[in-house]
């Protein structure tokens, strides 16, 4: 039992304690709790993998698309071109969506 403990003790990445912190990541860009991408918290400088894309890497106005392939408002885009070429209505495909997430 001894040589376990020593064991632990010397490494922490085998100690369970160790994985299982408790601490919150809160995002240093908008203050809220980082879950999704906890893992890369530190590889996103403490922030939520969006705030790090608009603080570092979006260009021009946050509410539209950048050049950036990782941008979620030009992959948006993308998908509404597609859905239109499939010949639906990108806005009724939200609205039924909601319908049926929200049971209205």
Excluded at 19 to 34: F, Y
Aim: charged share 30%.
């Amino acid at each position: 039992m001894k040589q376990l403990e020593r064991l632990l003790a010397s490494d922490p990445d085998r100690n369970p304690a160790h994985t299982l912190n408790t601490d919150p990541k809160i995002c240093v860009r908008c203050g809220k709790p980082v879950t999704v991408h906890a893992t890369e918290y530190e590889v996103f400088e403490k922030m939520h993998w969006l705030c790090f894309h608009l603080e570092f890497e979006h260009e021009g106005d946050p509410d539209a698309a950048c050049s950036d392939p990782s941008c979620p408002w030009w992959q948006l885009q993308v998908l509404q071109r597609q859905i239109t070429a499939l010949g639906h209505d990108p806005k009724k495909v939200i609205e039924q969506a909601i319908k049926e997430r929200w049971k209205l």
